[in-house]
């Protein structure tokens, strides 16, 4: 019976990793040519991903619902479509075998839905030396090899914080990591999730403190072709607790990982939000020079003022320049559906912009 039951499952792995989805067949080959610059783009759901600027797409991580009809598109523009990854590291550090099964599970799905490769997105403390240290590393270097194994020309990347220097207790072995897979994708934001100093609204990404980070990285002797810069299409919208006459914004003391002030404070807006809000606000768009990021304060309904920092065109600009200087392997962003995709002449232009920026000034 059992015997049974497993031949019959494998044959309905068998039967639905054969019927292509897409107009023509050939689109549900993956993806196996190279490009010199990435343009990596998490997607979270939706059908925004129509808008989206297609003719620079590399890969497209799906972190939403599986979407054959985006596959499809992704693939007749030569773009990969990889899967999100993510499990507790318990899970891999207990056993190997859960660790290998846990990989063939992915390669089979990726294989059932013509995916070409996986983003591996673990954001959990990690100490140093630790088993869970070494099991992670092991997983990405085991991971990378069973999907080059199965899946020609697939993609293996994961993403690590804005700086290798143990950001939110995760201390990885970043330099085999960054060996053992195709690309990282460093997330160049969230940089106030541990705010040492004042406890104020800042920047989601000041344009020195992330190109240090970058230092730090090539410093490691991570090779700069496996390093992906990710911007933010997003900002922060801080209540204050006291807004001072130089502008700025007191929060409340919301610890993580260990420090007692965080963004944790502020609540995460889309671009699409913060260009309808920005208008509204009390003091209109200001530039921060030494962060060298926008912001603006703004009364709600109850009298409660905030300050939102966020990244625009401008502030994006000189990060894009520097993936270029730094020969970086590409650029990409959280996440692609959070621009404002509407017809609207106006969010056109700036949809297309933020678009353009990735390309440096
Ligand atoms: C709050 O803001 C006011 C107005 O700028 C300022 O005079 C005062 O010093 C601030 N209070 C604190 C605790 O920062
Ligand atoms: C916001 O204001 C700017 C500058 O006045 C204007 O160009 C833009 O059209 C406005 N945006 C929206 C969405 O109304
Ligand atoms: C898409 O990107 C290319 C290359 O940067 C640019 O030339 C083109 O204008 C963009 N298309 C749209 C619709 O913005």
């Known amino acids: ?13 068998v039967c639905r990793a054969g019927v292509c989805p897409c107009e023509r067949p050939e689109l549900c080959r993956p993806i196996r040519e190279e490009r010199d610059f990435e343009v990596f ?7 925004t991903w129509n808008s989206y600027n297609w003719s620079v797409v590399t890969t497209v991580a799906t972190f939403g619902k599986y979407d054959a009809e985006l596959m499809c598109h992704a693939h007749s523009k030569g773009a990969r479509v990889v899967l999100k990854g993510e499990l507790p590291l318990s899970y891999i550090v207990d056993l190997s075998r859960s660790r290998t099964a846990w990989i063939t599970d992915k390669v089979n799905l990726a294989k059932t839905q013509f995916m070409d490769g996986i983003n591996i997105d673990l954001e959990q403390a ?11 590393t092991d997983l990405v270097k085991e991971t990378t090899e069973a999907f080059h194994r199965e899946i020609p020309g697939s993609q293996v990347s994961f993403d690590v914080a804005w700086s290798p220097k143990c950001i939110d207790k995760r201390c990885y072995d970043y330099v085999t990591i960054a060996e053992s897979c195709d690309l990282v994708f460093v997330m160049s934001y969230d940089e106030q999730s541990q705010i040492l100093g004042d406890c104020i609204a800042m920047a989601n990404a000041p344009l020195q403190q992330t190109l240090n980070a970058y230092d730090q990285y090539l410093d490691l002797n991570i090779d700069p072709k496996k390093l992906v810069m990710g911007v933010p299409w997003y900002g922060y919208d801080y209540p204050c607790l006291n807004l001072s006459q130089d502008g700025i914004c007191s929060i409340a003391k919301v610890p993580f990982r260990g420090v007692p002030c965080s963004d944790a404070a502020g609540k995460q807006k889309t671009y699409k939000w913060i260009m309808k809000q920005v208008n509204s606000s009390s003091s209109g768009r200001m530039w921060d020079d030494k962060q060298q990021a926008p912001y603006f304060n703004y009364k709600d309904q109850n009298g409660q003022i905030h300050q939102v920092w966020y990244d625009d065109p401008q502030s994006i600009c000189p990060k894009a320049d520097a993936v270029k200087s730094k020969g970086l392997r590409g650029i990409g962003m959280w996440n692609g559906n959070i621009l404002d995709y509407s017809d609207d002449p106006v969010t056109r232009q700036q949809t297309e912009m933020m678009w353009n920026a990735l390309f440096g000034c």
């Open 1 to 13: 019976m059992s015997r049974f039951v497993v031949l019959l499952s494998s044959l309905l792995v």
């Open 41 to 47: 783009v998490f997607d979270v759901g939706g059908k």
């Open 126 to 136: 990690v100490e140093e030396g630790s088993a869970e240290y070494y099991a992670l």
